[in-house]
């Protein structure tokens, strides 16, 4: 099409007046209500969808520009995408707010009261969820060509309640008051296979092959999502696909006049994309999860395929034009995909195919821990997608093959590196499968991706030294920083103007104004004023009382016993022994609120011991009057991407404790770090990196190293021994045992005791002293407030490298090799 005949995308006016008339339009045609009977629920699905207005003209020509250009893109796969609210996102990546706060008022309504309306779309557990979000935000910012891919989860993570204490899980009905952000496109539904049998038959040439004849099928309708990057960037697309019964189907069994039974076969089809399974870092193996693995890349390949790219296409250069990212081990199930479309329905030959197919595919492993590792039994892959595992045993024997060339008098190591395991069933390796097919491994920090080449994936590592990488995570600025932290990044602004919302390295600037006594005043002060809000947002949201005048020591992430809620619990419990024995007096304590936020997979019993744990410590301390006011364990049940963001400005420390070696990463804690908390932790993931740059004065370090755990693993650990040799170890553990916490029951927490006497996998009880003794530290530390600022502002000051911006830069220089597009004008 000529420049003449291209048709015009409509534009919005960026005014008051404009605004106005657009939000009344949509509340009357849209809503069908006028303003004086209209609900907030209207008012803000008419302010959404008006907002949304404004950022559409960007999202259809950067659609129209990548239509045009067809520039290498990032297919970006993830079965997790932890958005959080979009309507500040949205507001701020227009440029809208003030104008949106004006017009609203001018009709007599709060914004405020809109924003607190939306619900977040929780489509993800939680770290590799919520990165998956920071990376689109940061590709839409820096003009990168990119697509998302998921699944529209109709249930999202549960909503987490408390009952005496305990964990009771509620679905999360996410979409029950509508979801404005969404373009669903039911016309360009895919379909989906499952099951069946594969067939011999020979093509027009005489030539034998093979293919799928799959028993069933479901439609996925895609949902697109706009992706608005900051200040003018693109406006990328995130697509999830819901899951509906095919029509045929439907019709089929109509006609023969079972009612109920066509109806039952919609339910089934529809469970696909039902509910987010809410493990995490612990898959469970089941088979409804392999059907949504496979459903949604196999709907994404397709749509790539047959939609995005132009009808012409020779798919033999498609590593030029798109690199599909694995997160983590869920969509590997697009490696056999890819090559079943190639050579079943394309007609390639094998060898052409796989040599394509291993150049589109790149792999991040998000985890250490064995059990975290994927691995499909033979049995549930082969019944599910019989003609995938016949490609996965190809790709395998071909990759054996080519092993034995290369150890020749090695079987052993031919075998350990198979992706088929053999024990305790015949399964197949995910990770390995996702290692063999990718261009580059990667890990998430630097220690993590040091141990996946040495422990993990070791035999691959020695075999493709320069497929492994490292990559470490980083955090959007825009949400955690620019829109969570007004304050502070007003601060920031003036003191080195606006630049670092896009180039967080600028941070660097604000070094010299840590000796500033008037800049660490104000920054006080926002800390506390942020503090305040807090407080505001527990007494509403939970009925939490918190004192801003205490250290908020804080520690939200999910809960694992990796990540060691109860090392954070026993120095609790040690401190409030000692108060109560008169050992220590609560004068001498430093106030503070001790703030968790955790959810526990509803299946992980242990897990949910340690919450109800929590809560009846926190019960206890919170009711003796003698603490009030100075000691305080605050845990907000439902801890989500909404609560951070109000949680995270708030802290003074960041607890980031897991074991060492054991913590892939880490993402709260950039996020602390970058508003202005001081961590305590040990060195694991990417505290490490956060230590190297804040500088180890600035950083709490506790705890055995990584070869210190092994070492100890290996002698044999033995719990036992730290409660007998340690005098407030054991006094601890004995109250807790005592059912001083349980109403005198000593039953209720006798599992948690035990476990940590017995096994304590993950060495709380090794490292309890020294974190104890940093803890102290912290006491210390915070008791100079005026220095304490001064380490707090370093901490924004050096935290730029932690950024998701530089993530996907490293990302394309080390992984895609793919290149900026600013959309045309
Ligand atoms: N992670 O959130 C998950 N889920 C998993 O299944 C495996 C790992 C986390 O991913 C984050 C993003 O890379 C990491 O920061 C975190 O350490 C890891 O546990």
Partial sequence: MTAETTPPIATREHTVEGFVREFLRELNFGQGVDLTRASVNDKYLAMARTVRHYLMTRWLSTLRSQAKLQAKSVAYLSAEFLLGRQLDNALLASGLEDIVKEGLASLGIDLEELRQAEIEPGLGNGGLGRLAACFIDSLATMNVPSIGYG????????????????????????????SPWEFPHPEAAVKVGFGGHVEQYQDDDGVVKRRWVPGWSVL??????????????????LRLWSARATRAFDLEIFNSGDYAEAVRAQTFAENISKVLYPEDSTPQGKELRLQQQYFFVACSIKDFVDQVLPADFDLHKLPDRIVFQLNDTHPVIAVPELMRVLVDEKGWEWDEAWAVTKQCFAYTCHTLLPEALEVWPVELLGRLLPRHLEIIYRINDEFLAELRVAYPNDELRVRRMSIIAEYPVRAVRMAYLATVAGTKVNGVAELHSQLLRDKVLDDFAAYWPDKFTNVTNGVTPRRFVKLSNPGLSGLITEAIGDGWVTDLDQLKGLEPLADDAEFRRRFREIKYANKQRLAGVLAERDNIVVNPDTLFDVMVKRLHE???????????????????TGELAIGDVTPRT???????????VMAKQIIGLINAVGRTINDDPALEGRLRVAFPANYNVTLAETLIPAADLSEQISLAGKEASGTGNMKFMLNGALTIGTDDGANVEIRQLVGDENFFLFGLTEPQVAEVVERG??????????????????????????????????PIVSNLLNEDRFLALADFQAYVDAQARVDAAYADTDDWTRRAVLNVARGGFFSSDRSMRDYIERIWHTYPVAPEA
Avoid at 163 to 173: C, I, M, S, T, Y
Avoid at 594 to 604: E, H, I, Q, R, S
């Fill in 151 to 178: 699944i529209r989860y109709e249930y999202g993570i549960f909503k987490q309640t408390f009952v005496d204490g305990w964990q009771v899980e509620k679905p999360d009905d996410w979409l029950r008051l509508g």
């Fill in 220 to 237: 996925g309708v895609p949902y697109n999502y706009m992706v608005p990057g900051y200040d003018a960037g693109r406006v990328n697309t």
């Fill in 562 to 580: 990796y990540k060691r809620q109860t090392l954070k619990l026993l120095h609790i419990v040690s401190l409030y022994e000692k108060i109560t």
């Fill in 594 to 604: 001790f703030a968790f936020g955790a959810k526990a997979a509803p299946g992980y």
């Fill in 717 to 750: 650990y033995h719990p036992s021994a730290y409660y007998e040799t340690n005098l407030d170890l054991r006094n601890a553990l004995d109250l807790i045992a005592s059912g001083a916490f349980s109403g005198g029951d000593r039953a209720v927490f006798e």
